[in-house]
């Protein structure tokens, strides 16, 4: 057992074993509790749901580990769901072939890495606050999207994209292997790529970071760039999930994505997170949200739950220690 | 030995305080081993010891904070007491000035020294009350501040000055000062001593703690000299000197021979013509050899670490020019530097020199990621690996896991971490600006060891300083600057010690 739990600190970080633990033991008491719980439709419930909030809290992961935030990451994933609806209305709507959806995606990905780029640029050169650039990028991207959609509905797309959206392969939904593809995708960037080495320096001492010669405000650029084009990818998803893109949609997931982070053992202070724990972070959120769901509880109480949960991480967190400590004298 | 244990009593009437026989032990180490300590009133006392030798211990004991093994006596002021307590220890008069002073920046220099005086008492505040207060105690001094004015637009040695202010609001008739030099010009620490005399001839005690004294003991009367947690001895100050207290801190002699060689015909690796900055530095010429170490003597504010930036890439000169093995270089920044093989050891390790909450390993691999990267340009682990066990072991640098922090480190093993991911770029140009800041004076031995060694790889080295010794016995050659201006130059090999501190502290 130990070394099981030394394995996997080893590999992806001393926060995993503990939320493995979480979530085995969630598992096991929503099992007794709900029979429906252990079921396929339960998972692929659990498993449509999880890439949005997961593919914005990734965006929202590595600006936080720069020890910026990315306050912006639904508006631009809206922003970028609008250009590839606009793509896709501009060649025929329904009637759009693949060749125009995947230049619509390139173009939503582009968009998104835009408005990154920009938000980065503004605080890495400009020494804007990220809560404050990100903040008034979102209001820009917002307005923007408003303007352009009148507040409504853009939808009639083409059969395939809800098929995208809904479809499965080897019984695991699209959106779901496009999550896990990303996550793997941005663990291989922050924890072995010279850009995510110089993300955590930064994070920690952006001072320190330059005397030693690295080259601060491109990272933090790229970092928000990076940020914006995962933003774009959520929204592509979401697209596809609801056949319809409107400005607004996933405002509730803001902070939600905050918190996921910092569930995922993210400081706060920056320098320091890793994408394995903050995955696990989303799927225990994810499962306790339809465990909940399934014992029959108000849909509303499941948010206040998240709350209650996260509060209580944050409190074990920081008893861990004292805890240790008290073990180790009834050991003795 | 220059200087005998000291004869002389406290001067008279009963002493400002006496412990006697102190011990305090935290777990496995005693921190205290049956010290005494007395300090008579008026007195002006300095407080010895390197890092860890139990200063801070004893200053908290003597505040009442840390409770002594039982067996010792204390008494403030003549009067003997069973045991202390902080409220106990101020209520007598003992004070102590942290060196972050613990002032609030924001509020004004008249509420911070009425600070004390203000807390759980009265219910609502009187500003006339307050402004009183603050100006009787700088009227004691005989300094005057604008007291509406915000703390936080003080220099340090203002700052310091409404902190002592503040002790003397509240009746200290005992303060201590912890390394109150370290962050002061001359003419500050000149103004301090000053007004330090003032409090001693009104009868306050002033003790200095610090492991740097040269300044403070020409006004001082003893010194007592803890190492490892034991007292050492108490010396008259008069004939004391930094080099003798550096011996007694240590317990052991330092290395103190000129070391300066000829560079012969070595090439030039570093030159200077005309290098001007206004406001910073002006017509600068200088010169270094490979494998020549060059002091950079002066005081803070002569300009020596704005030049050692322009000549790291940070800041661009307005005239002037930079040679480096020949030939003429601009840098737009300090990557165009480093790749050019010119290194800066900041004097700020904390906050510029090393990433303090992240990895000994990140920090040795930081200025050499792409040497480390493999295929697909991702980091490779064994090449990170191997380079983070030859950066420790290059200079024998003593870690626990290289996956600890670095600010887990001492200052002496920080610096070797520093001095590793610069020799990681082999470097053709090394500044040290004030190399052995925060180092005990017995690990510096083991960094000047190593600047040596690296001259002897052929690298030129630009050793900046404000401690006379340090370059005196390090340096093949000494320049010194003033005002922006080099203004002088010296051989140790023919200027004796006191000539060149005469110049520089002038």
Redesign the interface.
């Known amino acids: 057992m130990t070394r099981i739990i030394d394995a996997m600190t080893r590999s992806f970080g001393r926060e995993v074993p503990g939320l493995v633990g979480l979530l085995v033991l969630m598992i096991v008491g929503f099992s007794l509790a709900s029979p429906q719980f252990l079921t396929g439709a339960n998972f692929d419930s659990i498993a449509s749901q999880l890439p949005e909030l997961g593919l914005l809290t990734l965006a929202m992961l590595a600006p936080i580990i720069a020890n910026g935030i990315n306050l912006a990451v639904i508006a631009v994933a809206n922003i970028s769901g609008l250009t590839l609806a606009w793509v896709l209305n501009m060649y025929g709507g329904p009637d759009a072939g693949m060749l125009a959806f995947a230049a619509g995606v390139v173009l939503a990905l582009a968009v998104g890495g835009l408005a990154g780029a920009a938000m980065g640029a503004i605080i890495a050169w400009f020494g804007a606050h990220p809560i404050l650039a990100s903040l008034a990028m979102m209001i820009f991207l917002k307005g923007i999207g408003e303007f352009l959609t009148r507040g409504g509905d853009i939808s009639g797309f083409p059969e395939f994209v809800m098929g995208l959206g809904h479809g499965t392969v080897a019984g695991i939904p699209v959106p779901m292997l496009i999550f896990i593809g990303a996550a793997f995708l941005w663990h ?1 960037l922050l924890a ?3 850009h995510g ?2 993300v ?2 930064i994070g ?2 952006p ?9 601060v405000k491109r990272s933090i650029t790229l970092t928000y760039a990076l940020s914006g084009v995962m933003c774009a990818l959520a929204g592509i998803v979401m697209l596809t999930r609801f056949n319809s893109v409107r400005v607004g949609h996933g405002d509730a997931l803001l902070l939600v994505t905050v918190l996921a982070c910092f569930l995922g053992g993210v400081n706060p202070f920056g ?2 997170g890793r994408v394995a724990p903050v995955f696990l972070a989303l799927v225990i959120l994810q499962t306790l949200s339809s465990g909940l769901n399934l014992v029959g509880a108000n849909q509303h109480l499941s948010t206040a739950v998240w709350g209650l949960f996260l509060i209580a991480v944050m409190v074990l967190r920081s008893g861990t220690p004292m805890l240790h400590a008290l073990l180790a004298n009834i050991r003795r | 030995m220059m200087t005998a244990p000291s004869t002389q009593t406290a001067p008279d009437g009963p002493e400002a305080i006496r412990f006697e026989h102190i011990s305090i032990r935290f777990g496995g180490l005693q921190a205290l081993d049956d010290v005494s300590f007395s300090v008579g009133r008026g007195e002006v006392h300095c407080l010895a010891g390197e890092n860890g030798s139990g200063k801070s211990t004893l200053i908290k004991a003597i505040a009442g904070v840390y409770q002594p093994a039982p067996g010792a006596r204390m008494s403030y002021f003549g009067e003997t007491i069973p045991a202390s307590s902080p409220p106990l220890a101020r209520k007598k008069g003992v004070a102590v000035i942290w060196q972050d002073l613990a002032l609030f920046p924001e509020m004004t220099v008249a509420e911070n020294i009425a600070f004390d005086s203000l807390v759980g008492k009265p219910r609502l505040v009187n500003y006339g009350t307050i402004r009183e207060t603050a100006r009787t105690a700088l009227g004691k001094l005989g300094v005057e501040l604008d007291l509406a004015a915000p703390l936080r637009s003080l220099p340090i040695s203002g700052r310091q000055i409404v902190a002592i202010a503040r002790a003397l609001a509240s009746d200290a008739r005992l303060i201590f000062m912890d390394e109150p030099t370290a962050s002061l010009t001359q003419a500050e620490t000149d103004h301090l001593l000053a007004v330090v005399r003032v409090l001693s001839k009104s009868g306050v005690a002033v003790v200095f703690v610090s492991h740097r004294l040269a300044e403070v003991l020409d006004i001082s009367s003893r010194v007592t000299v803890l190492r490892d947690g034991k007292l050492v001895g108490v010396f008259d100050a008069a004939g004391m000197t930094q080099s003798r207290l550096g011996e007694l801190m240590t317990g052991r002699q330092l290395n103190q021979a000129v070391s300066a060689r000829d560079p012969g015909n070595a090439p030039v690796v570093l030159q200077t013509a005309g290098l001007t900055r206004a406001g910073e530095y002006e017509g600068v010429n200088l010169a270094i050899r490979a494998g020549e170490i060059v002091g950079l003597i002066g005081l803070i504010g002569a300009g020596r670490s704005e030049l050692a930036h322009t000549l790291f890439g ?1 800041t661009r000169p307005r005239a002037g020019e930079i040679r480096l093995a020949g030939k003429p270089v601009r840098f737009a920044n ?2 165009q530097a ?1 790749g050019a093989g010119v290194a ?1 050891v ?1 004097e700020d390790r904390l ?8 990895s000994i390993a ?1 920090n040795t691999v ?2 050499t ?2 040497a480390i ?1 493999g295929a697909g ?3 490779s682990a064994r090449r990170k690996s191997a380079a983070v066990t030859r950066g420790v072991t290059e200079f024998s640098t003593k870690i626990g896991s290289p996956d600890d922090a670095v600010s887990t480190l001492s200052g002496g093993n920080q610096q070797r971490i520093v001095l590793a ?1 610069w020799l990681a770029i082999s470097p053709k140009l090394l500044i040290l600006d004030c190399p052995t800041v925060g180092v005990d004076v017995g690990a510096r031995d083991g960094i000047y060891r190593i600047v040596r060694a690296l001259a002897d790889r052929g690298i030129a080295i630009l050793m900046i300083s404000d401690e006379v010794p340090e370059v005196y016995f390090n340096c093949d050659r000494i320049l010194h600057m003033a005002a922006g201006r080099i203004v002088g130059e010296f051989d140790p090999r023919r200027t004796p010690i006191a000539e060149l501190e005469r110049t520089v502290y002038a």
């Open positions: 291989l072995r790529t010279r080495f110089a955590s320096m920690s001492n001072k320190a970071s330059e005397y030693s010669g690295l080259h320098g320091f | 940070m300090n990557r480093i800066y900041s906050s510029l020199g090393l990433v303090q909450q992240q990140d930081i200025t990621l792409r990267s340009g991702l980091i991911k």
